[in-house]
């Protein structure tokens, strides 16, 4: 069974060695998708649908007050913040954040899990050093490209790529329809796969990459 070793982060070794995994779910707090797939594997680990083989994993949910509020963020946006101690250093997200950050120490591969307001098609975000497994666990397609926007930053991918760990941002479609929640979880199950944590077959086609070209930010919440 899992062990909540902090608040809301959730930590189950196997008895074989193998790889350390890290998967984050609700750093923006209106993004159930995350929420949804690593609850319901969670459940069906503990009733025997899955057994973990090798390895670790550990989950974690990022923004708390933002997901109790159903808000994207309360003072700032967490996604902003990894890796930039300077930045808003009153907000209630900091100390989430600084925390969330401990725990890429010792992993192998990263996994964070989001969703969009508006309808839109799954989609991976991932540099070159984690491309070949983002594209191998089957998304609608990769965009890389997004460490060259150096001045956005703060993102929890980019801080996994800078300390080491592979990391990629999987994007499951609008929040609420069933099938990005159902894309959260395959997404999910896939990327403790391919790392050999669990057996679970599924056919491996090599995902069309696109490179980011442009970044247009968005100034407030109704833009």
Same mark, same amino acid.
């Given at each position: ?27 923006? +707090? ?5 929420? =949804? ?11 025997? *649908? ?7 994993? *550990? ?7 933002? %997901? /109790?509020?159903? #808000? ?5 946006? %967490? ?6 101690? +300077? ?14 950050? #401990? ?9 964070? @899990?989001?969703?969009?307001?508006? /309808? !839109? ?6 540099? $070159? ?5 983002? $594209?191998? @666990? ?14 956005? +930053?703060?993102? *929890?991918?980019?801080? !996994? ?18 099938? !990005? ?16 944590? &669990?057996? =679970?077959?599924?056919?491996? &086609?090599? !995902?069309? /990459? ?14």
């Amino acid at each position: 069974m899992f062990k909540e070793i902090e608040k809301k982060v959730f930590y189950l070794a196997a008895k074989n060695p193998g790889k350390n995994l890290l998967v984050f779910a609700g750093i923006h +707090g209106d993004e159930p998708c995350g929420i =949804y797939a690593i609850n319901r594997f969670m459940n069906e680990l503990e009733n025997g *649908t899955w057994n973990l083989k090798n390895g670790s994993i *550990t989950f974690a949910y990022g923004n708390l007050d933002a %997901m /109790q509020a159903r #808000t994207r963020y309360v003072d700032y946006n %967490m996604n902003r913040m990894f890796g930039l101690p +300077g930045v808003a250093r009153d907000s209630i997200e900091y100390d989430r954040v600084r925390l969330l950050e #401990t725990l890429f120490t010792g992993k192998d591969a990263f996994l964070d @899990i989001h969703s969009a307001f508006s /309808q !839109a098609p799954d989609f991976m975000l991932a540099e $070159k050093i984690a491309l070949e497994i983002a $594209k191998s @666990i089957g998304p609608s397609f990769v965009v890389s490209g997004w460490e060259n926007f150096s001045d956005v +930053g703060g993102d *929890t991918e980019c801080f !996994a790529n800078s300390v080491g760990v592979p990391g990629m941002t999987y994007e499951a479609g609008q929040h609420d329809d069933p099938i !990005a929640l159902e894309n959260a979880y395959q997404v999910l199950l896939r990327f403790l796969s391919v790392h050999g944590l &669990i057996e =679970y077959e599924f056919e491996s &086609i090599s !995902a069309k /990459q696109l490179i980011l070209s442009e970044v247009i930010l968005k100034k407030s919440e109704t833009d």
